[in-house]
């Protein structure tokens, strides 16, 4: 049972710096000229997805661990997406 939440907990502050990552890049890309109107969509209708995954997760019995599981994997494809 510790097991699990310490798990969680980690996994959940990996969401955290990789959320940041995220953050960072689109707001300096937007201060230094380089952001597109299709990226600034992108912010908005990719969170709008994200929860309606995450709540649909969650109304059929899913986890945490499942929901901070699929946050991770929109993060981390951002973070390989904006790296480019």
Do not use: C, D
Not at 8 to 35: D, F, K, Y
């Amino acid at each position: 049972m510790v097991f699990s939440w310490a798990k969680l907990a980690m996994e959940t502050n990996r969401l955290a710096v990789e959320s940041q990552i995220v953050i960072w890049t689109r707001l300096t890309q937007i201060a230094l000229g380089r952001g597109t109107p299709a990226e600034s969509m992108l912010m908005v209708t990719e969170k709008v997805a994200a929860f309606a995954e995450a709540s649909v997760t969650v109304a059929s019995g899913g986890s945490a661990h499942k929901v901070i599981k699929g946050y991770r994997k929109r993060v981390r494809a951002n973070v390989q997406r904006l790296r480019r």
